[in-house]
């Protein structure tokens, strides 16, 4: 019986939209253990989810996530090895500086294969391992490496669907009432001119105490006036 992986209930739940994403990525999850794995690279602008993505995934059971600035030749050697993962999940891939680390991936994610040397004796182990991985930036990154990954761009939201996920965040992780989450979103996008989410949660923790149109009016005037 090859292994297989279990998928907790509602994993991507914390995620809004990308549903084709979390098919793909859910498929390819379903299929581990017949020794044909596929590794993806998320790519794309901050806060477009890759982090969000990646964390998810964590609460697979077999599932490590490290980030790339933390990663060395031997602490990979030593994950692998050591906890046997059946899936690895690298954020900030194009922050790796051990350039060492990436060789070990090149071997891992085409053939499975990982050399460790133990007192001067070398030993090869093979596993079974997706490589899920994210970075806003991909042009330094080499191609060998690139080649092994499917790659999927996330491109920048468009206004409705900014709308729908501050509103969701806001609301529910910020505790702001639904029709100021509303007002924080278009302010945002149109007066700051930002996609980004945690301009929307920064707003909000800055009006927490008095959640009302004219609080953040003079917020947003101040911060446009020095950015
Ligand atoms: N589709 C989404 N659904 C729910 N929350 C989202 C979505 N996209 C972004 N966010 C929220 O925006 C914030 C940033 O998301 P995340 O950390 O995943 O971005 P990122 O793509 O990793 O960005 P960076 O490139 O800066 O690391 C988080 O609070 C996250 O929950
Ligand atoms: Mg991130």
């Given at each position: 019986m090859p292994k297989k992986i279990r998928i907790p209930p509602n994993l991507f739940s914390d995620i809004v939209g990308y549903d084709d994403v979390k098919s793909l990525l859910l498929k390819t999850i379903r299929s581990y253990?017949?020794?044909l794995p596929v590794h993806f690279l998320l790519v794309g602008?901050?806060?477009?989810a890759k982090s969000l993505f990646l964390l998810s995934l964590e609460r697979i059971k077999g599932a490590e996530y490290r980030l790339g600035s933390r990663l060395s030749r031997s602490g990979l050697v030593e994950l692998l090895i050591g906890k046997k993962p059946h899936l690895v999940l690298i954020d900030e891939i194009d922050k790796v500086s051990d350039r060492e680390c990436l060789a070990v991936l090149l071997s891992l994610m085409e053939t499975g294969r990982i050399v460790e040397t133990l007192h001067g004796k070398m030993r090869t182990e093979k596993l079974e391992v997706i490589v899920v991985a994210a970075a806003n930036d991909i042009s330094e990154l080499p191609r060998e490496l690139l080649s092994r990954f499917i790659i999927l761009r996330f491109k920048p939201y468009k206004w409705g669907e900014f709308l729908k996920i501050a509103r969701n965040i806001l609301v529910k992780r910020e505790g702001v009432k639904p029709r100021i989450a509303k007002y924080i979103a278009s302010v945002v996008w149109n007066k700051l001119g930002s996609k980004d989410f945690r301009d929307c949660i920064k707003l909000a923790r800055l009006i927490r105490d008095g959640q009302n149109k004219r609080e953040i009016d003079l917020v947003v005037r101040t911060l446009a006036k020095y950015s």
């Open positions: 253990g017949d020794g602008e901050p806060a477009t």
